[in-house]
């Protein structure tokens, strides 16, 4: 199975910049999604094939890489942000899940 | 508005099984692949499986390709989970959600539904 990982937390202040990353244990191509999910909710798609933005997600979030390192940035981040991040991919069979990074706003 | 409603979950004893199923509406349900995704307490998200347009084909994580079966009626628009040989370890919130075409990512998810395996 190929093996996401993801850094478990993160701690910035409003108006900075946040990247997050997700390392595949193989090559995904561009088969990489990031979802955010909040306390108590369903996940959230936030991009998808990498780098492409999900209809009606804020610009704030764009997505980068292929093969196995990617990331997540959102610039500037703000308050509502405070969430889990999860990567996943849909490129080798079984799709897996990475563990998910925990956002904290300082 | 697309909408996934997931039902059948609860309380069961250890053993037993367990049938979810996931309604959906406000699109041509049978246009996509579904999948089921779960989330144990605190933790993260596990993908179970997803199952193509006309059920032709079917993927699983190995870890429950014995135990779980999804399935689809596109006459119903609804999507199923029957879930056997339960034990504590598949205590969890089950997702249902749509896969966006030839990319595979989940674009909508239903609320959840809690399984609680337990005697």
């Known amino acids: 199975d190929t093996v996401l990982t993801q850094s478990p937390a993160l701690a910035v202040s409003p108006g900075e910049r946040v990247t997050i990353s997700c390392r595949a244990s193989e090559s995904v191509s561009t088969g990489m999604h990031w979802y955010q999910q909040k306390p108590g909710q369903q996940p959230k798609l936030l991009i998808y094939?990498?780098?492409n933005l999900e209809s009606g997600v804020p610009a704030r979030f764009s997505g980068s890489g292929s093969g196995t390192d990617f990331t997540l940035t959102i610039d500037p981040v703000e308050a509502d942000d405070t969430a889990t991040y999860f990567c996943q991919q849909s490129w080798n069979d079984p799709y897996t899940f990475g563990a998910g990074t925990k956002l904290e706003l300082k | 508005e697309v909408k996934l409603v997931e039902s059948g979950g609860g309380l069961v004893q250890p053993g037993r099984s367990l049938k979810l199923s996931c309604a959906a509406s406000g699109f041509s349900f049978s246009d996509y692949w579904m999948g089921w995704v779960r989330q144990a307490p605190g933790k993260g998200l596990e993908w179970i499986g997803e199952i193509n347009q006309d059920s032709s084909s079917i993927i699983y994580t190995p870890s429950l390709k014995d135990k779980f079966t999804i399935s689809r009626d596109n006459a119903q628009n609804t999507l199923y989970l029957q879930m056997s040989k339960l034990g504590s370890e598949d205590t969890a919130i089950y997702y249902c959600a749509r896969a966006i075409l030839w990319v595979f990512s989940f674009d909508y998810w239903g609320q959840g539904i809690m399984v609680t395996v337990s005697s």
């Open positions: 094939g990498a780098s």
